[in-house]
Every structure is written in C-alpha cells, then in structure tokens.
C-alpha cells in the first residue's frame, strides 16, 4: 500500500510540475520535480528491499541469465537518468527564454517519451529478476501511471510547454522507435 501511494504521488507531483512550467512558476516547478521523481525512485528502491528476491541458481546457465537482468536492469535505469536528467540537461526546463522548444536529438530523436521506454524496460528486468507478486503488481501499477502522464504531457501540456511540439510529433513517435531510425548511423 505505501508503494503505491507513494509512486501515485510521485507521478501526480510530476504533473504539477509540467503543469507549473505552463505557467513559468520556476520555484514550485523545480520542487515539484524534485519531489516528483524522489516519489518515484523511493517507490522502486522500497520494492528493491521490501520484497524477497527468491532466485534459485542452480545452474552456471541460471547465474548468466540473472546476470544478464541485473546488468539490462542497471542499464535501463542509467537511460532514464541519462534521458530525463544529461541529455535534457538539468537547466533546460527552467529556461530564462520565454520560447522553449523540445529536444528531437538523442533518444529524444528516437521516440518522444524515451524515459517511459526505459522505466518500462528497468521494471520488466526488476520483475524478471524478483518474481514476486507485489513487485509485479506495483510495477504494473507505475507503468500505468506513467503512461497516463505522458499521455497529457503529449496531448495537453507539451504543446502549450515547446513551441515546436506540433511539428515534433509529426517527426518523431510517441514511444516505439521507428526501426530505420534506429538503425541508420
């Protein structure tokens, strides 16, 4: 139950805070961003340690494959903090310029929303790694939740955020990278 409450709040403060850079308040912005994604990260490290991890290794085949996820989990989790965090930089939504306009380089070039791909893929790894109910479920739970906020970031809040939001979406897809954009150098 605290899992959820606190990824819900976590999300909904990450919606406060696109909605305050609607209206140029930088100071809540900024702490509802802060308390936004601490929501988030307090919720996956709560399941990290709140659930029992009960992965049997038996085999040198079984430590290779729970290897693999833990390094695609680690990986994942560094995209998204890459994504949300370097790449954006961490200057550019409280920008003095009264025109904003969004990033389409990067995994920003590769699909609108990168850093829900990456949390979807960090939390696929999470439950392969743990098996465990309550983590799936709360997992589910955020991807539901996070997939929600980008729907009215895409729809309501960016095109009012980025001047350039429009034609951006016309260039770039929502959150499946196109497969020639990806594998063209």
């Given at each position: 139950m605290?899992?959820?409450i606190?990824?819900?709040?976590?999300?909904?403060?990450?919606f406060?805070?696109?909605?305050?850079?609607?209206?140029?308040k930088?100071?809540?912005s900024s702490?509802?961003?802060?308390?936004?994604?601490a929501?988030?990260?307090?919720?996956?490290?709560l399941?990290?340690?709140s659930?029992?991890?009960?992965?049997?290794?038996e085999?040198?085949?079984a430590?290779?494959?729970?290897?693999?996820?833990?390094?695609?989990?680690?990986?994942?989790?560094f995209?998204l903090f890459?994504?949300?965090?370097i790449?954006?930089?961490?200057k550019?939504?409280?920008?003095y310029?009264s025109?904003r306009?969004a990033?389409d380089?990067?995994s920003?070039g590769?699909?609108?929303?990168?850093?829900?791909l990456?949390?979807?893929?960090?939390?696929?790894?999470?439950?392969l790694?743990?098996?465990?109910?309550?983590?799936t479920?709360?997992?589910?739970?955020?991807?539901?939740?996070?997939?929600i906020l980008?729907?009215?970031?895409d729809?309501?809040?960016?095109?009012?955020?980025?001047?350039?939001?429009?034609e951006y979406?016309?260039?770039?897809?929502?959150?499946?990278?196109?497969?020639?954009?990806?594998?063209?150098?």
């Amino acid at each position: 139950m605290t899992a959820s409450i606190l990824s819900a709040t976590g999300f909904l403060f990450l919606f406060l805070f696109d909605l305050f850079q609607i209206y140029k308040k930088r100071t809540l912005s900024s702490i509802f961003s802060i308390i936004g994604y601490a929501g988030i990260v307090s919720t996956v490290i709560l399941l990290l340690f709140s659930c029992e991890l009960t992965y049997s290794i038996e085999t040198e085949f079984a430590l290779f494959i729970l290897t693999v996820k833990i390094i695609g989990a680690i990986f994942f989790f560094f995209l998204l903090f890459y994504s949300n965090f370097i790449e954006i930089g961490l200057k550019s939504p409280y920008s003095y310029s009264s025109e904003r306009y969004a990033l389409d380089s990067g995994s920003y070039g590769l699909v609108r929303h990168p850093g829900f791909l990456w949390l979807l893929l960090a939390l696929i790894m999470l439950v392969l790694i743990y098996k465990h109910i309550q983590f799936t479920l709360i997992s589910i739970y955020m991807i539901v939740m996070n997939f929600i906020l980008i729907l009215i970031e895409d729809i309501i809040l960016f095109p009012r955020i980025f001047n350039n939001y429009r034609e951006y979406k016309k260039e770039v897809p929502f959150i499946i990278p196109r497969i020639r954009k990806v594998l063209r150098p």
